[in-house]
């Protein structure tokens, strides 16, 4: 039972370059979600889905898209890296539903610096 | 915006003392959570306390919540080394009708014990 597994766990991109990041969950989550984490920032919500089929932008959205490929997976994507995105990205699922009163299951993290 | 903000926003501590961190938060909130982060890893949930309950434990865990003065704090009993952490609240918060429901993150607090 591996929880939330996220790939790749440190990526370095140049400005302008694309790239996914991958989330999979083996809990049966319905819910998914994508934080950035930034110093003396905490941790700040970029997109969600509440159930497989549906999505919605959290805090910081703008400069990413998102796709919930099927109830495990919930990818997260660059299309134009630019500096600011310079961040740890962290992954999460909860149960049973985008309730109220879920914990959230976080993932390690991906450690990314754009140059 | 940051909804919950702890303090202090760093604790050193030596180990067998008591560790407290306090949250204080804005809005009205449906339940708050507390989670842990060791270096280089992902948050691990601790603890989550409904707006209608004042005091849980889990452990050498135990939580408060003031909903008149909007705060909360974590008490760690006899500290260990391996406590030596960032520890994070969230608050969740939903609109009027339950949905919309969102959980928003404070900045942390470190907390280090000494051996």
């Known amino acids: 039972n591996a929880g939330v597994t996220q ?8 400005t302008g ?5 991958q989330c999979a969950q083996d809990m049966n989550h319905n819910s ?47 299309e134009s890296a630019a500096p600011s995105q310079t961040s740890v990205y962290f ?7 985008h ?17 | 915006s940051q909804q ?7 604790l050193s501590i030596q180990e067998g003392e008591n560790a407290t961190m306090n949250c204080s938060y804005k809005t009205s909130i449906n339940n708050l959570q507390w989670y842990r ?5 992902g948050l691990v949930h601790l603890i989550l306390i409904r707006s209608n309950e004042r005091e849980k434990h889990s452990g050498r865990l ?19 080394a391996a406590d030596t952490a960032s520890y994070f609240c969230a608050t969740g918060t939903s609109n009027s009708g339950g949905s919309n429901y969102k959980l928003t993150f404070g900045k942390g607090t470190l907390l280090t014990v000494n051996p």
């Open chain 1, 7 to 14: 790939t790749p766990k440190f990526q370095v991109l140049k």
């Open chain 1, 17 to 21: 370059q694309s790239m996914t990041l």
């Open chain 1, 32 to 78: 998914m979600y994508w934080y950035r984490q930034d110093p003396g920032m905490g941790l700040r919500l970029i997109y969600y889905s509440a159930s497989e089929g549906t999505t919605d932008k959290g805090e910081v959205p703008n400069g990413y898209n998102v796709s919930r490929l099927n109830k495990r997976e919930f990818s997260l994507r660059l």
């Open chain 1, 91 to 97: 992954c999460a699922s909860s149960e049973p539903t």
């Open chain 1, 99 to 115: 309730s109220y009163n879920s914990p959230l299951h976080f993932g390690n993290g991906t450690r990314l610096t754009v140059t």
């Open chain 2, 4 to 10: 919950g903000e702890e303090d202090p926003q760093a």
């Open chain 2, 37 to 41: 982060q060791n270096s280089g890893r």
């Open chain 2, 62 to 80: 135990r939580v408060t919540l003031d909903t008149s003065k909007k705060s909360s704090s974590l008490l760690i009993t006899a500290s260990r």
